[in-house]
Structures are given as C-alpha cells and as structure tokens.
C-alpha cells in the first residue's frame, strides 16, 4: 500500500472540461511533486512544492495549475488539455531536499 | 546537468537466474541514486538508494546495487529472479537544490521479462 493516496484513479475529460486531481500525504513530508508519464516512457517533472511554496516549474503549459492548500494536499488543477496529454500524473513526497520521493500509485487522465 | 543511462530497455531471464540492470550516470558533483520499480498500473516504489555510505547497497526484494565511481554505474542485481520481478526498473539520479526539494532525473527504464 501506498502512503501518498492520490484521487481519482481513472479520469476522462473533455477538451473544454475543467477538472482537479488530487494529492494526499500524512508522512509529515516537506517537499511534493507532480511527475507526468507517458506510455513506456520514465516520470517527467512537472512542478515542485516545498514548505508549501512553489519551488520548481519545469516550464509547463498555464493549462495545467498547481496548488498546495497546506502541507498534506497538493493539487492539478487541469483546463483546456489538449489529447496529447494523455498520461499517468504521478504525485510524490519527500521528507525534505534530500530524502527519497515516495509516490502515489497516480491518476491516468484520458483527454477526449 | 546530470542524466542517467540504462542500457538495454528490454531483459528476459530465467526463473532463478541472476538479474543484471545496467545504469550509468553522469553528474558534476557526488551523486545521489535510487532504482525504483514500477508495477504494471502502479506508481514507482523505492528499491535502493545510495547517498555516499557504503558503496554496496542492499534493497527490498533481495535487490542490491553497487557504486563504483571510476566507472559512473550503479547497476542493481538479483542473485535469483523470482516470477514477481516482471516490472519496470528505473534508475534515477538526484539534484537537490536547497529548499526546493529534490529534483530526480531517471533513465528510460528497462523492462524485466521473467520466464517459467
């Protein structure tokens, strides 16, 4: 089992529809992360939150927003997506900088 | 910048044979690496890291990894696969940049094949 829990499992979405998928740790984890991945492809950074501010933005498109309401939830806020992605969105946590990331089993988002 | 490289994106073995997953790195100061496995509609789950200790480092499932600098690997090995080995194998490497986490880069992965 997995100790960051993320919601929903499964989430298909139209091109103009607005949806969140969301992150949940209560390791007591400083540092989230939002990882996208692609079909037989390794995890690709998307953005990084530490002590609740955004730290890192690996230059994603503004249609994909993220949020940290406080120090267990990180969220992705999704509007406008284009098919292309399409992916497995994982989340992860670590205790601090220079912990391992531990992650979420992941939302597989289907853009229609 | 640091990369990670795994060669061979593909493995089969033999039930009970030695597993071999190769990767070499690339970075500009000490690494941190981790090999993380990831089963089929699942997330990444951590094998083994090496964060400048022991260069021989053990993992869960009776994986292990060794660190040898001169030839910038960390290649992680099973004495005897077991059937439940069959998954994605990723090695990563870590740059952390002070509080603002703990930035991975991982290699293309390799998939394990375990024959009966």
């Known amino acids: 089992d997995t100790e960051v829990t993320q919601t929903p499992k499964h989430l298909v979405m139209g091109m103009t529809n607005k949806k969140s998928l969301k992150c949940e740790q209560h390791?007591?984890?400083?540092?989230m992360y939002w990882y996208k991945q692609k079909a037989k492809k390794p995890p690709e950074l998307m953005f990084v939150?530490?002590?609740?501010?955004?730290?890192i933005n690996e230059s994603v498109p503004s249609r994909f927003s993220p949020e940290c309401p406080n120090s267990s939830l990180l969220n992705l806020h999704l509007h406008a997506l284009q098919p292309e992605d399409s992916a497995l969105y994982l989340c992860?946590?670590?205790?601090?900088?220079?912990?391992?990331?531990?992650f979420g089993n992941g939302t597989r988002l289907t853009v229609t | 910048a640091q990369s990670v490289t795994q060669l061979g994106s593909h493995v089969s073995v033999s039930e009970g044979a030695l597993v071999l997953l190769r990767c070499n790195y690339s970075?500009?100061?000490?690494?941190?690496l981790f090999w993380y496995v990831q089963y089929p509609n699942q997330g990444l789950q951590l094998l083994l890291k090496?964060?400048?200790?022991?260069?021989l480092v053990k993992g869960i499932n009776g994986f292990e990894a060794e660190f040898k600098k001169s030839e910038t690997s960390f290649h992680l090995t099973k004495p005897s696969a077991h059937m439940s080995d069959a998954a994605e194998y990723f090695c990563?490497?870590?740059?952390?940049?002070?509080?603002?986490?703990?930035?991975?880069?991982f290699g293309g992965g390799t998939r394990v094949l375990v024959k009966p």
């Open positions: 992860a946590s670590s205790q601090d900088d220079n912990s391992p990331l531990h």
């Open positions: 390791m007591g984890h400083r540092a």
């Open positions: 939150y530490s002590y609740e501010k955004l730290s």
């Open positions: 970075s500009s100061v000490p690494p941190y």
């Open positions: 090496y964060t400048s200790a022991a260069t």
């Open positions: 990563a490497v870590s740059e952390v940049i002070k509080a603002a986490g703990n930035k991975l880069t």
